[in-house]
């Protein structure tokens, strides 16, 4: 289907935003009156900028206050449609938007409503323009998308039909499976808009917090299939009122506006994409540093043994179990500090995961290797970590493993198993974008999203999980750009037994994360321990929590650069990460930062 967006939902100037869609994929746009005024560009100008970007004028919008008002305030209304229809002449454009009314002066009757909108759709008829009327969710009169539909189907005239947006009509709760009722011809325009389920004022719901399709909690794709039922064979045009994309670069959130209609698109099987290839575990985790000691010296104390070296490049091989992490020393290293630069994810079809990767506008990435190295797939995800599809133990297929030399050595019996979990930070502006790249891309579920308090703001984490639990992702975000050694990256390692791995790491020499006195004061009071074990958490700094399932023991490195380490033990199918362990954990990440840094 031809998929559009409304300007209202990228940031910039006119012209940014236009080649934003186009760059993005998009075959049309709804142009927002604002972007029009702000605009240099004459309407002409605008018009030819978009027929050479390929993008369609596929509505202007807004008209307000238009309908159900007193005669003399009508006959303004209809002169200011008139200028406004010539201006869509000059503009190209054929449809114009005109929402419910919210005058103070508007009367509540449907006859007197439908008379003026034919008047309206008379006077758009003689330009060549049709009219679409929309049901605001807190319109005067008029709230509803039967209650608009009834009175464009009174009304009768065929240049007046209606434009449907998800968001008023999931907001409000009405039942979507009334469109299919509406003649698809009369249908004249979709919007579309997710957002998460908040109970606040529907105004304000919709200014701020609308999102694309799949990224809040509105059944967006069932109410498309009803429109398409319907007949409907316009565009399926996004409409987002975002305070977040209103400031964030325009390009990224296009390709995520266009990645939200494709997997839509998929969803209700009318466009076909690459099958998803989940992941089925972490091959490795990479890490690049300027300085290997420090992270040689807490890989060591966790008990990992650099095993292997790669043939070409200053990248050495640490495992311990099944827990692979690459220490990679190459010239990015040097540009970026210590951090974690790409995630190595074991996959049954390597190329079928970059294959719909690359369909859902993952940019692949180039192959950084010797000719003599394995070919390895690789896309980059949201916030620019790399991804690479592995297949480590298939003989039929290449493996990375391939390109490392054994070094000999062996990891401890030190009891690290496997990884467990990452968690990556995300820039405060892709959250949702990367909550649904993970699910789409990777064929991930998402899990619940939890509030964090930080001592300085609130963090919003989201899981993304494979089905048994082999990969876990856990995404976060602060409000306001991350403070880079607290809100780094960690890497989760798998252990049977925390509290001899603690112990172990510290013997070692390893940095410990110490937790405050209180915290464990207040687990003796919502927990009944055996004797000497909360004694044991306290002195190695273990956090301890149980859900439905099972019970979850964890504890933390300091920071090295921007990445650190949690060791966890979890039994009996506990399925969280700690999450009401983390404003302590980030309390102590705080105090420790500030006892480093004086
Ligand atoms: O918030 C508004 O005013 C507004 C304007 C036009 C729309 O299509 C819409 O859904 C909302
Ligand atoms: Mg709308």
Not at 292 to 304: I, N, R, T
């Amino acid at each position: 289907m031809r998929t559009s967006i409304a300007t209202v939902s990228l940031s910039g100037s006119l012209t940014e935003k236009l080649t934003a869609a186009s760059r993005a994929g998009f075959d049309g746009v709804e142009i927002f009156e604002n972007d029009l005024l702000a605009s240099p560009l004459t309407p002409e100008e605008i018009r030819e900028r978009c027929a050479d970007l390929g993008l369609t004028v596929d509505l202007y919008q807004p008209m307000r206050d238009i309908e159900a008002v007193p005669e003399e305030e009508f006959r303004r209304n209809l002169r200011r449609a008139r200028h406004k229809f010539e201006l869509m002449r000059r503009l190209g454009a054929d449809t114009v938007l005109v929402c419910s009314s919210v005058h103070p002066l508007a009367i509540d009757d449907d006859a007197l409503a439908a008379e003026q909108l034919s008047r309206l759709a008379d006077l758009a008829r003689e330009s060549g323009i049709r009219v679409a009327y929309e049901a605001l969710a807190w319109g005067r009169h008029v709230s509803t998308y039967d209650h608009a539909w009834h009175i464009v189907e009174s009304a009768g005239h065929p240049a007046l039909g209606t434009c449907l947006d998800s968001f008023h009509i999931l907001s409000r709760g009405s039942d979507p499976k009334g469109i299919e009722d509406i003649p698809g011809e009369k249908i004249f325009f979709l919007q579309l808009a997710d957002a998460p389920l908040l109970a606040m004022d529907v105004l304000q719901w919709s200014r701020h917090y609308r999102c694309f399709p799949g990224q809040g909690g509105f059944d967006v794709a069932g109410l498309v299939g009803h429109v398409l039922r319907a007949g409907y064979d316009g565009p399926l045009s996004l409409e987002v009122f975002n305070d977040v994309f209103r400031q964030a670069e325009a390009g990224p959130t296009a390709v995520d506006a266009h990645r939200s209609l494709l997997v839509l698109q998929e969803a209700l099987g009318v466009a076909e994409l690459p099958a998803p290839v989940v992941p089925t575990g972490v091959a490795f985790a990479e890490l690049v540093t300027p300085d290997a000691e420090p992270v040689a010296e807490v890989l060591g104390a966790l008990g990992f043994a650099r095993t292997a070296r790669h043939r070409s490049k200053p990248v050495d091989l640490w495992q311990a179990g099944e827990a692979r992490i690459l220490v990679n020393t190459g010239p990015a290293a040097r540009r970026d500090g210590t951090g974690l630069a790409a995630i190595g994810l074991e996959s049954p079809d390597p190329a079928g995961a970059a294959r719909r990767a690359e369909a859902l506008l993952a940019p692949v990435l180039p192959r950084r290797r010797a000719s003599e190295d394995a070919p390895l797939d690789a896309v980059a995800a949201p916030d620019g970590t790399e991804l690479f599809f592995c297949a480590t133990d298939r003989p039929e297929l290449p493996s990375w493993r391939a390109d490392f030399e054994d070094t000999g050595q062996e990891p401890q019996a030190a009891g690290v198993r496997r990884i467990d979990h990452l968690a990556l930070v995300q820039p405060w502006h892709q959250f949702d974008e990367a909550t649904l790249f993970h699910r789409a891309v990777l064929g991930l579920a998402a899990q619940e999203s939890v509030d964090v308090a930080d001592p300085y703001g609130l963090l919003r984490s989201r899981a993304v999980t494979s089905a048994d639990g082999g990969v876990r992702i856990a995404l976060s975000v602060g409000a306001a750009p991350a403070d880079d050694t607290v809100h780094a990256q960690h890497i989760a390692l798998a252990t049977d037994d925390v509290v001899a791995a603690a112990r172990r790491l510290r013997e070692a020499g390893g940095p410990l994360l110490p937790m405050p006195a209180n915290y464990y004061d207040d687990l003796a009071a919502r927990f009944d321990f055996a004797d000497g074990e909360l004694a044991t958490y306290r002195e190695l700094g273990i956090l301890y929590d149980r859900d439905a399932y099972g019970e979850f023991r964890h504890c933390y490195t300091r920071t090295v650069g921007r990445v650190f380490f949690e060791l966890v033990q979890r039994d009996g199918g506990y399925r969280g990460y700690g999450a009401q362990n983390a404003p302590v954990r980030l309390a102590a990440q705080h105090a420790a930062r500030r006892l480093t840094d004086g």
